[in-house]
């Protein structure tokens, strides 16, 4: 578990080293052309949300003794000209009943999503810069960086861990094993579909594409952590791709074996034990 914890420190470390470098870079007007157009539609996309917030609280509010006032229907109307005709066409006779409400909801849900699947696709389109920038910070800092400190990004640096060949600790792993954990683990592809879907699709279908390619990046992530945890040798499944393992030293740069002193192991070592004292009790007999 202290393995797994440190190697969750690590990774968090070194994912904020290259977010940072890639929103730096991309905040800068020189390298990112598409800077002011990005920053209009963000912020077209916050106000939208912040008004569909707004007009689902107040509604929300406004039904909870299951009727609305003409005060009430008249404050809510007055937050949104998107979303107003959606209860306009309910309150004719000046009620609104349980059914009205839930299908006031769902049509405000639907109408929403039709706003934010065109502002999160302007957004997208006007983010290329950044998803280039990331993908060459993540291939300079996982692949080159890793392969000249041998295997030791800033955050395995802090936490004493280093990437190593899972069968030679004294062989040099390769740029290709890099590669491959850093396809599994960092998500470049994930930012390369997006790429190509952004320049290549509408609104409704770049949404669509990037919301299943995310989450089977999800998935992945999840397999991932999974086998990590599971596995004696803690190692994940980019580590069984690229033939590598995690391997952690003390200050003295001595490797540490935390899964033959794990809670897992320890509780198989005693079946294990309970086991055979159990079959030689049954010999005796």
Known sequence: MKKILKRIGAYFIDMMVVMLITQCLSGVPFINKQLDTYNKYYQE???ALK???EFKLELQNSFKDEKITEKEYSKIIKISDDYKQEIEKFYDDKKITKAEFNK???NID???LKI???LYSKVEKNSIC???IYLITTIFYFVFFNYYTNGETLGKKIFHLKIV???DNNKKVSILSYIIRAIFLYQPIYYIIKLICVMTLNGNDYYNVTSIVYDIQYYLQFIIILTVMIKMDGRGLHDLLAGTRVASYNKKGEEIDYYSESFLTKKLDEKVMEKKEKLKKEKTK
């Open 110 to 112: 639907n109408h929403y």
């Open 51 to 53: 008004e569909y917030s």
């Open 45 to 47: 996309y916050s106000n």
């Open 116 to 118: 934010y699947k065109k």
């Open 165 to 167: 060949n899972n069968k």
């Open 130 to 132: 950044y998803f280039i």
């Open 104 to 106: 006031i909801n769902k």
